[in-house]
């Protein structure tokens, strides 16, 4: 992946899993390749409020093989999968979260 793009994001967590992606999800083949060329490449100017680790990000691991054989297609359709997933979850908690509820002192008075 272009590193110098600002929208470009690594990060390492504590167990040592590091994820690098594209900020506005144009890579589909990430971590290992950009779209060549990339309608949302912009060039890294400064980095600002950046919050620098001490950590260096382990190497890139080795592209898969058959990656040009439609694994783009496939990762596309598994995260449509997961995104239809998180809508549902998200409107069956947005609707719990509207039901009204009894005000914390009702129920103070009632348990005297």
């Not at 590193?3 to 967590?13: G, V």
């Not at 912009?42 to 260096?56: F, M």
């Not at 908690?93 to 129920?107: D, G, I, L, T, V």
Request: charged share 35%; net charge negative; with cysteine.
């Amino acid at each position: 992946m272009r590193t110098e793009c600002k929208n470009y994001e690594s990060r390492t967590y504590p167990g040592g899993e590091t994820v690098r992606k594209c900020n506005i999800d144009l890579a589909p083949e990430a971590p290992w390749r950009c779209p060549n060329p990339c309608k949302g490449y912009e060039p890294r100017l400064a980095d600002v409020n950046w919050k620098h680790g001490t950590l260096v990000a382990p190497p890139t691991p080795e592209e898969p093989p058959g990656l040009d054989d439609g694994a783009a297609e496939l990762l596309d359709a598994a995260e449509d999968i997961v995104n239809e997933a998180g809508k549902e979850i998200l409107s069956e908690y947005q609707a719990r979260e509207s039901e009204p509820r009894e005000s914390f002192w009702k129920r103070f008075r009632r348990s005297r």
